[in-house]
């Protein structure tokens, strides 16, 4: 069975501070994928990153960046500066074999002024 | 970005009712995806399309009826809902239903059973 935990509910901050959103998976499955996807108040998630199980190289896009570590099944989001555009609720996802994504319950981040 | 559209964004509905839900995407994907996102819980994959065929039914009632006419357009059909059916429900697509590929997402139908 595939699970992922984001242990954290809900992340206030303050603009320009640097936040780091968790996320812990697990799965059987040798090659598999691991997503981010942002919520915003409008609804739809919009996709951030897919990262493959054979790549553990860390990203950088602008502020985000994400690191992946299969030694603790963790593929965790820093938001760097964060703005108040970047409220919202950020979802981790996984897949594996198979056609079905494991979505986390997400992460509501608020970054105030 | 309005790569899959959504409608209606809102709806109301009484337990009788039969209502759809429309979802389109215009970026030529061949899966489409029904999602249902309750408050407080994960996302819940309700159906899976790939090239108009069904791959996927997640163990949904079947007061939901999906109908895939095409791979651009993918229908929800709702008769008889209950109150804890409110929700607000996703439809996605992508270039095919492996994981390795993305999911696009529409800004979702806002349901409300009374």
């Known amino acids: 069975a595939q699970k992922v935990t984001q242990a954290q509910t809900e992340i206030s901050v303050v603009e320009k501070e640097d936040v780091t959103l968790d996320c812990v998976y697990e799965t059987r499955d040798t090659t598999y994928y691991l997503f981010w996807y942002k919520q915003p108040p409008s609804g739809e998630l919009v996709f951030l990153i897919r990262?493959?199980?054979?790549?553990?190289q860390n990203e950088i896009s602008g502020r985000y960046s994400w690191n992946f570590q299969k030694s603790t099944s963790s593929f965790n989001f820093t938001i760097t500066a964060s703005q108040v555009v970047d409220s919202a609720v950020y979802f981790c996802a996984l897949g594996g074999g198979g056609n079905k994504l494991t979505f986390g319950t997400g992460t509501q981040l608020k970054v105030e002024l | 970005e309005t790569g899959v559209t959504q409608t209606p964004r809102h709806l109301v509905m009484g337990m009788t009712n039969k209502k759809s839900l429309k979802c389109e995407q215009h970026l030529g994907h061949n899966a489409m995806y029904w999602y249902k996102q309750s408050a407080k819980k994960p996302l819940e994959l309700m159906f899976v399309y790939s090239l108009e065929e069904r791959v996927e039914n997640n163990s949904v009632p079947s007061r939901f009826s999906p109908e895939c006419p095409n791979s651009s357009h993918l229908f929800l059909h709702l008769h008889t809902l209950q109150p804890e059916d409110s929700a607000l429900y996703l439809c996605?697509?992508?270039?095919?239903?492996?994981?390795?590929?993305?999911?696009?997402f529409g800004p979702g139908t806002r349901l409300t059973v009374t």
């Open positions: 990262r493959n199980s054979f790549d553990e």
């Open positions: 996605a697509s992508s270039q095919g239903t492996a994981n390795r590929y993305e999911q696009y």
